[in-house]
């Protein structure tokens, strides 16, 4: 079974950084494809970020390019994606998600801020921006 533990949310200033993690577990870590989602209070479920196993293949939402950055790294029983965000904005603030799913690399790129896109999925970190 699949499983994807997200860590590293908490509050910030505007201006400042958090790192989130997300570690997948499991068979075979089903992770060719992993993304953060975020949803804001009262508003839908958006894509910000995805990355493929090829580590250098990645996809932003134009609202946190140039500020965030993602990443993966691999261990003997798990992978590990990180999302660094710098310069947050109170817009920032939401639940933060992970997903990740076995697709192609096109279809992960093409695809990869749809949340239909993914089968697995974390149970979230907040993050909260204050002014």
């Given amino acids: 079974q699949v499983r ?7 509050s910030v200033q ?6 989130l993690s997300c570690e ?8 060719d ?4 989602f975020r949803q804001a209070p009262g508003k839908e479920r958006e894509g ?7 580590r250098t293949s990645t996809i932003f939402d134009d609202s946190v390019s ?3 950055r ?7 029983t798990a992978v590990t994606m990180r999302l660094q965000m710098n310069d947050l ?19 992960c790129l093409r695809e990869g801020g749809a949340e239909e896109t993914f089968a697995y999925w974390g149970q979230g970190t907040q993050v909260t921006v204050s002014s």
């Fill in 70 to 76: 993602i990443s993966r790294t691999y261990a003997v």
């Fill in 4 to 10: 994807l533990v997200e860590s590293g949310g908490g």
């Fill in 14 to 19: 505007a201006g400042g950084s958090l790192t």
């Fill in 66 to 68: 140039g500020r965030f």
């Fill in 33 to 36: 494809c992993m993304a953060w």
């Fill in 89 to 107: 904005k109170p817009e920032d603030t939401g639940m933060y998600y992970c997903a990740s799913y076995d697709i192609p690399r096109e279809r």
């Fill in 48 to 54: 910000i970020a995805a990355i493929y196993r090829d």
């Fill in 24 to 31: 997948a577990s499991g068979y075979e870590y089903s992770s």
